[in-house]
């Protein structure tokens, strides 16, 4: 067979993101016709940036949902090393292909001879499984505690200040680094922040419930009983390491919902304690200035109870600056991997995450462009879309 030209590349490439194109489709005509009850998200449409930005971040969700979930778009296995297809031009026929196997390497093999295209597509799988969840769960740290530090201040607020400043006056990539070395790692440190930190949704959840419905206690305690089995069903199955002889080994493998490899654990945890001081000081920030305004002493004098006030009427009343910073912040948890993968560091080597992809093709990068180029223009498209779509919601939140 003769090499694709770069017509044909394109439309292959294209084609076979072609589920990605369909759903981007249902999305889009589906919000622009519902987009005047949609809220703040449904104003993003009238933003040029901020729907530039969505399709951008949406693309790449929808290819991590088809290449995790489904095993769709990618070409080839992204770990497979293929004889005779190292470092080869994109549009290379595949050597050996059998029936079944796609012919062609669409955008070439990397130094040790694996699809570059399938690396990138597998490598959002990867990137968007820990980058927004992680932020999320920081999140739910920051707002839990940097709700009470604002609405109460005192000795809470000083206290809980002190910790996220002593925090937050280290360089972020060094304590990235520290976090995942393998001598920190070794000495167990990630799993007991594991099991700090995992708590926090699950007391988010029953404090947000018991505020709410504290007065319908027929209602609050079946709610509040089944997030707590459900909850401490996924805390003990996330952060067990059943057989391996540590200190969670209690936990029945037969109860274990599924085991998550140690390495994207301790990444996923060193994303979580770097963004929860940040995110600590923002809603800290805005609990201060919003406090203060009349619909909180209104609810102060209706005999509302504190958690009540802080999680129902200042909470949604700051969502608009949470959302744009939300999404920033994924934006940066992407960078901060990418970084940790260029360096070696948190996931194996072969995995084939953005950060690392690039730096296996660095290493030639003055002679192959393309195994680098490819991971490199993925991380920056996702950033650069998170970076227009918090633009777009900043934009379209100072109009309320």
Known sequence: MEPLSWIEIIVRVLYQFLPVWLSMAVVFIGSMAFKKRLGLYGRIFDSPIGMFGFALVIFWAFTAFYAGFFDLIAT???LSQVSGMKNKSPGTPYAGAEAGDYPYYLLGGDTLARDVFS???KGSAIVLSIAPLATLF??????TLGLPAGYYGGRVDTFLSFLANLILAFPVILLFYLLVTPEIIATGIPMYMAAVFFIFPIVFLVVLLNS????LPKVRTPLISITLILGLWLYFSTISESGRGTWVDFWPGALDLFNIPGGVLVVFIAVVFVNSPTIFRIMRGLTLDVKTRDYVAAAQTRGETAWYIMLWEILPNVRGPLIVDFCLRIGYATILLGTLGFFGLGLPPESPDWGST?????KLLSVYLHPALAPAFSLLSLVLGLNLLADGLREESLKD
């Open 76 to 78: 080839h296995d992204a």
């Open 119 to 121: 690396r990138m597509v």
């Open 138 to 143: 920081g999140y739910c740290v920051g707002i």
């Open 212 to 215: 709410r419905y504290h007065v």
């Open 358 to 362: 690039i730096n296996t093709g660095r």
